[in-house]
């Protein structure tokens, strides 16, 4: 199945028109995709909003991003096969012992 999809940087207070959905509407019929996507750091104009209903286009919005962001790294940690582990080391040097730095 083939999916395709765009991604837009824009600032928080530039919302993104319904210009890059009406491409994916289009890449989808020229390639015969199942589905399409648009990611924005920012919003999504009503327009927009509305123009990719029934069309098969998820939009994912700012906020949505850093919360699958912030799932999928929550689930990273959940299923870590291994702990991570700071590699211990003596400092030799002469200026670090005038520091005052803790040692092993």
């Not at 995709?33 to 990611?39: D, E």
Request: some cysteine; aromatic content about 8%; hydrophobic content about 40%.
């Amino acid at each position: 199945m083939i999916t395709v999809g765009q991604i837009k940087c824009n600032a928080d207070n530039n919302p993104v028109s319904f210009d890059p959905i009406a491409i994916i509407h289009s890449q989808m019929i020229k390639q015969n995709a199942k589905g399409g996507y648009v990611i924005t750091t920012s919003t999504f104009t009503l327009n927009a909003k509305v123009y990719a209903e029934g069309l098969n286009i998820k939009l994912i919005e700012g906020r949505e991003l850093i919360d699958l962001w912030v799932r999928s790294l929550e689930h990273k940690i959940l299923h870590q096969k291994s702990y991570l582990t700071l590699p211990l080391f003596r400092i030799n040097r002469e200026s670090d012992y005038k520091s005052g730095l803790p040692f092993n």
